[in-house]
């Protein structure tokens, strides 16, 4: 991550990062402020390695913030978008870049209270999206991830994590989650009955890829049988969008989340079954969901009479 001086700077990225959090401290930061400032980063270096980028450019931190909002709150994100603002004037500060490549690149917008930024597919879409995926080696594939998303509530991320071995079949086929904030897979979801076939067909194909551990991985020629980025899933699931001729731009990768949840509640799901599936950590969370979906379903001015 870190571009070499004309001084031939040698120090390490750990000694830039320790170097610089020294300096956050003598600055006046708390230690709580220093500590979210470490983990925002360690997520930033850990998703240029994931996307195999080596040289960032203000292109690839405003792409990061999409990615880290498909998982954290808006104020995380700007929490973390300051600690690498932060360090990249700290490394021209010392000359270990010229200029800094973050200093351009805006924060997340917090949403209002209760009202999500990604809408969500409706029940039609959802079922045009999955019929694009055809019975190529391709296909079998993207239908399985979209299939996670729109059944069991995964976020890119998260199938992105995935492994093989994450993937059990103990009566019922469930898939254990490495959720947000999390070190590793804890959670779970079910696959509902009538979908195992879909991801039974994927595990066909995969055994013929590789060993890597993923449970998705990539079928170009330049890197097949590695895991998939979370990139490359947003774009197959784009791709996949505009076929189906779903080009509304408030209709993300994400959307696919907040289908399940939403078709989940408005098919009599408990508010404790939806936060099982969703992993919320809070409760709360859920219950803006089912507000949502109530607001809409069951207005009140639909029962006013005069």
Same mark, same amino acid.
């Given at each position: 991550?870190?571009?070499?001086?004309?001084q031939n700077i040698?120090?390490?990225?750990?000694?830039?990062?320790?170097?610089?959090?020294?300096?956050?401290?003598?600055?006046?930061?708390?230690?709580?402020?220093?500590?979210?400032?470490?983990?925002?980063?360690?997520?930033?270096?850990?998703?240029?390695?994931e996307n195999g980028?080596?040289?960032?450019?203000?292109?690839?931190?405003?792409?990061?913030?999409?990615?880290?909002?498909?998982?954290?709150?808006?104020?995380?994100?700007?929490?973390?978008?300051?600690?690498?603002?932060?360090?990249?004037?700290?490394?021209?500060?010392?000359?270990?870049?010229?200029?800094?490549?973050?200093?351009? =690149?805006? +924060?997340?917008? /917090? %949403?209002? @209270?209760?009202?999500?930024?990604?809408?969500?597919?409706?029940?039609?879409? &959802? !079922?045009?999206?999955?019929?694009?995926?055809?019975?190529?080696?391709?296909?079998?594939?993207?239908?399985?991830?979209?299939?996670?998303?729109?059944?069991?509530?995964?976020?890119?991320?998260?199938?992105?994590?995935?492994?093989?071995?994450?993937?059990?079949?103990?009566?019922?086929?469930?898939?254990? =989650?490495? +959720?947000?904030? /999390? %070190?590793? @897979?804890?959670?779970?979801?079910?696959?509902?009955?009538?979908?195992?076939? &879909? !991801?039974?067909?994927?595990?066909?194909?995969?055994?013929?890829?590789?060993?890597?551990?993923?449970?998705?991985?990539?079928?170009?020629?330049?890197?097949?049988?590695?895991?998939?980025?979370?990139?490359?899933?947003?774009?197959?699931?784009?791709?996949?969008?505009?076929?189906?001729?779903?080009?509304?731009?408030?209709?993300?990768?994400?959307?696919?989340?907040?289908?399940?949840?939403?078709?989940?509640?408005?098919?009599?799901?408990?508010?404790?079954?939806?936060?099982?599936?969703?992993?919320?950590?809070?409760?709360?969370?859920?219950?803006?969901?089912?507000?949502?979906?109530?607001?809409?379903?069951?207005p009140a001015e639909?029962?006013?009479?005069?």
């Amino acid at each position: 991550m870190l571009a070499k001086t004309e001084q031939n700077i040698v120090k390490s990225a750990y000694d830039f990062i320790e170097s610089w959090l020294e300096n956050e401290r003598l600055q006046g930061k708390s230690e709580a402020t220093l500590e979210s400032y470490r983990r925002g980063l360690c997520r930033f270096s850990k998703y240029l390695a994931e996307n195999g980028i080596t040289n960032p450019t203000p292109a690839d931190i405003s792409e990061f913030r999409v990615y880290e909002l498909a998982t954290y709150s808006a104020q995380t994100v700007n929490l973390t978008l300051s600690a690498v603002r932060s360090f990249y004037r700290y490394l021209v500060a010392v000359g270990a870049m010229p200029y800094s490549i973050a200093s351009d =690149v805006k +924060g997340a917008k /917090r %949403a209002k @209270a209760n009202q999500h930024k990604r809408s969500e597919l409706s029940a039609g879409e &959802v !079922l045009d999206v999955l019929a694009t995926c055809d019975d190529s080696v391709e296909g079998i594939r993207d239908r399985a991830i979209i299939t996670l998303m729109a059944y069991c509530g995964l976020r890119a991320v998260e199938v992105q994590r995935a492994n093989l071995d994450n993937l059990k079949i103990n009566g019922r086929m469930t898939l254990w =989650v490495q +959720g947000k904030g /999390r %070190a590793e @897979a804890d959670e779970f979801v079910v696959i509902p009955r009538d979908q195992e076939i &879909v !991801l039974r067909r994927w595990l066909v194909e995969r055994k013929k890829l590789g060993d890597d551990p993923a449970l998705f991985v990539s079928l170009s020629k330049r890197n097949q049988g590695e895991r998939l980025s979370t990139r490359a899933i947003r774009n197959l699931v784009k791709e996949h969008y505009h076929a189906a001729g779903v080009d509304d731009d408030t209709k993300t990768t994400h959307s696919l989340r907040h289908s399940a949840i939403t078709s989940a509640i408005r098919h009599g799901a408990t508010p404790m079954q939806v936060q099982a599936m969703a992993r919320h950590a809070s409760f709360d969370t859920t219950l803006n969901y089912v507000h949502e979906v109530n607001r809409l379903d069951s207005p009140a001015e639909d029962l006013i009479k005069y």
